[in-house]
Structure formats: C-alpha cells, structure tokens
C-alpha cells in the first residue's frame, strides 16, 4: 500500500537555525499538509496546499514557516528561524481530491520529530 | 468554529472485552468525522470515517464508530479488544464548509490487558 515518507525521523537544530523537513506524499494525491504534535499534546493542523498554493493555514503558521513543492514529488515544510517552542512531531498528510462532498481521509507520514537545543 | 472533544485521557480494558473510545464534536455545517490510530514513534493510521448515510460505520481491525447527530457524539467501538489494539486514538471533525484540515481531539490512550 502506498506511503507518506518523512525524512528525517529525527532532526536536532540549534536555536536561531533553519530547518527543511521533507515529505513524499502518495503519489496520485493532490492535497498536502502539515501538522505538528507538541509532546504530551494534540495534533494541530498547520497548513494545507493545493495547485501549487496554500489553501489554508491555521494562527500557528506564521512568517517563520513556509512550504514548497519543488519538484514533481517532494513538498517541504521550512522553519526560518527556529525557537525552543518549535521542538514537536512534525507529520505531512496526503488526500487524494478536495472536495466538499466527499470526505477523503487524509494519510500521514511517520513524522520527523524536530528537537531545538 | 469546530472542536472536538475526547473526556477520557485513558481507557483500560481487558482483553475480549466489548471497548467504547468516547468522541463528542462540534462544527458547522454537516460533520466530517474520523479516527485515527497512533502507535508509538508511527504516524496516524486512518480507521474509519462518517460523512453520510448508514450511522453505523465499520472500519479498519474489526472497529466501528457510531454517528449521533443528536449527541454529537462518534464513538468508536469494537466487540472484542485484542492487546494489539493498545495505542492513541484520536478523533477528528472537518467541517461541511469547504475547509479541508482536520481538527483531533487530545486522544485517548487504550490500554488492552491480557
């Protein structure tokens, strides 16, 4: 069964530091996201992209973040300044259509648990 | 503005037993729902979802959740708990509106005891 790949699973950067988390969505979808698990918490929704642009982001993404489909296959979530409060399980999703009327689940990736020192 | 809420931070249960993961939502506009399972270091495996028709929804390892529109509730369910069922579940609502992300409850840690 096709996956949602997240590279890295482990990613330690220092304070003040950018940091590029990767994902592969399944390969026939065409809706990306992003969320994050702060430890002991829920999963907050971070944004979600479609055709090339983002079609929604929630408070938590501010100007330090942003994402990119590069290439054909990869969609990317950077963090431009890093901060402590960062630190969380990073989790990319895929969805195959967007739709109102049919409610596809999203798949997730592993995560890439993001640790700022 | 959609929220979903989980009372229960654990659930023990012991193996064969019938097990009941408890979710209450709110949205606007008609609900999207699901539930998703967590073990630990993976990410979130799609269980089952509720968007119209039969109430009763049957899903993924022998789970099902029932729609209560007038509870609002989802509750996940399933006759026989097996010890590999022991992980996070977490409920999630989408609204009818057009947003397309998932708003999770703060899971449930179901613990299956042998």
């Given amino acids: 069964e096709p996956e949602v790949t997240q590279t890295p699973s482990h990613q330690v950067t220092q304070m003040g530091q950018e940091v590029i988390l990767r994902c592969v969505p399944i390969s026939n979808h065409l809706y990306f996201y992003w969320y994050r698990q702060i430890l002991g918490q829920k999963v907050e929704f971070l944004v979600s992209f479609y055709n090339n642009e983002i079609s929604e982001k929630s408070e938590i993404f501010d100007d330090q973040f942003s994402v ?8 990317t979530l950077k963090i431009r300044s890093t901060k402590l409060e960062d630190s969380a399980m990073y989790f990319c999703a895929s969805s195959e259509v967007r739709t109102r009327r049919v409610g596809q689940p999203q798949h997730f990736g592993d995560g890439t648990r993001l640790s700022i020192l | 503005a959609q929220s979903v809420a ?109």
């Avoid at chain 2, 709110?26 to 630990?40: D, K, R």
């Avoid at chain 2, 708990?81 to 996070?88: C, F, G, K, R, Y």
């Fill in chain 1, 68 to 75: 990119e489909r590069p290439d054909g296959s990869n969609f």
């Fill in chain 2, 6 to 114: 989980q009372p229960e931070d654990q659930v023990n249960v012991a193996e064969g037993n019938p097990l009941t993961v408890k979710c209450t939502y709110s949205v606007s506009g008609n609900p999207y729902l699901f539930w998703y399972v967590q073990y630990p270091n993976r990410g979130l495996q799609f269980l089952l979802k509720y968007i119209t028709g039969d109430n009763l929804v049957k899903g993924s390892y022998g789970f099902e959740a029932e729609f209560n529109k007038s509870q609002t509730s989802f509750h996940l369910k399933k006759p026989s708990a097996l010890v590999s069922d022991s992980a996070l579940y977490f409920c999630a609502v989408r609204d009818g509106t057009g947003a397309n992300n998932l708003f999770f409850g703060t899971g449930t840690r179901l613990t299956v005891i042998p």
